[in-house]
């Protein structure tokens, strides 16, 4: 539906490179990174609010850098909204309804039809100045759907609401999505592209570093960026040998001065990277006689409270390993600063992906 191809843009000493990005019809792309990456420098130039350097941007197999923006098919909601505060609820959806050649009272069905789409319908008659946060985005929705855009573009659409506000502004693009609402969707917080996303682009520095499906892209990162956005904190690059005594089913791992056992993969590579997962290391204080084939002692270097638990960071020969505990488990352990613990993690829990050729 939306391909883009070598697209260059650049201002000062910051350059946006897009090499290739193929959007699929009916999909929900989120475009993945930290601020000052180029996220939403490429929402403005799909939306014809920004001119690139060079290459090329087809929406159904038509160029539209050519064509001015109102008339691209493409509807973007910005961060602030950019209401017309003086303005009614009414009104401002209305406004993108100007200039399609309808009658009052099919501009007045329509209002009230994307009004009840994105959950606005009790605010028709309110001035857009008197609006919460939550409201003025959905309003935001419904003056952006008005033009019946070929892709709705949101730029960090969450980043100001609440987290009941989040909750319910979620559900409803997900239901514009599922209703065949094509979207694309900046962020920088990776809790939104696995609640939303289809389909992710992480960018950095003004490339995109790796496209795919969730799934993809958050169990197969291709570097150490990726998997911090993908919070993976334990990842090595280091080499990896098959000449593992006694076993042709098992692989050996060196990063650093550790070797790490792991389940031989498909692959002839040496060279690349591990990541195990943070829920994957169990923790003890004394060696335990498990399955676990990896087993090393080390010194607790941190210990900070998270969503899911307490996060401890352990220094094993200088690598730190970062593990997730329940905060039972740090009084049941006694854990503290500089405790001497035990980790461990089967072979199956070491993921491999060799370096891009």
Sequence with gaps: MLKVDNLIRRTGDFVLHIEHLAIEKGSYLVLLGPSGSGKTMLLELMAGL???????????????????????GIGMVFQKQWLFPHMSVAANIAYGLQG?????SEIDKEIKSLAQE???????????DKLSGGEAQRVAIARALAIRPEILLLDEPLANLDTPLRTEFSSLVRQLNRKGQTIIH???DYSEAIALATDVAVMQQGKIVQQGSPREVFS????????RFAGIRNFFHGSLSYEVSGDPAMALFSTGNLSILLLRPQTESHKGHVHIAASSI????????????NQFRGEVVDMFDTSEGVEVVVKVQGTPFYVVVTRQSVQRLQL?????????FKAGAVQFEPDAQ
């Design 50 to 72: 920004e001119r690139p350097d060079s290459g090329s941007i087809f929406l159904n197999g038509t160029d539209i850098l050519s064509l001015p923006a109102g008339q691209r």
């Design 100 to 104: 399609k050649g309808l009658s009052a």
């Design 118 to 128: 994105t959950r606005c319908d009790q605010l028709l008659k309110r001035r857009a």
């Design 186 to 188: 900046v962020t920088h």
């Design 220 to 227: 197969r990162p291709k570097n150490a960026f990726v998997a």
């Design 282 to 293: 169990t923790l003890s204080t004394e060696p335990l006689s498990s399955s676990a084939v």
């Design 336 to 344: 503290h600063l500089s405790a001497n613990v035990y980790i461990q």
